[in-house]
């Protein structure tokens, strides 16, 4: 798949206005950063882009795979704070 930086932009544009809890973790599902013309497979490999560019952090998980009952696009993230 190839990167698409407008998505990107768009991504960190939603990702930047979530609430962040105290504990600093955030529960994103596709509802939260879907983006009109994209599909949950593009929004996954682009959210797995931002981590690896160390924007994001998936708490060892991968984006679209928290297991039953979570559908596409579903990732779990942190800012990345640049902790230990």
């Known amino acids: 798949m190839k990167r698409d930086m407008d998505l990107i932009r768009e991504l960190m544009l939603k990702l930047e206005t979530l609430p962040v809890p105290t504990a600093g973790m955030v529960v ?3 509802t939260k950063v879907s983006v009109e013309g994209y599909t949950a ?11 690896q560019a160390r924007f994001i952090h ?8 928290l297991g039953p009952g979570f559908g596409p696009g579903v ?10």
Do not use: T, W
Request: hydrophobic share 45%; aromatic share 10%; charged share 20%.
């Open 28 to 30: 994103v599902d596709a």
């Open 41 to 51: 497979e593009q929004i996954d490999y682009h959210l797995s882009l931002l981590e």
């Open 58 to 65: 998936a708490g060892g998980l991968d984006f679209g795979m």
């Open 75 to 84: 990732g779990l993230f942190a800012p990345d704070l640049g902790g230990p």
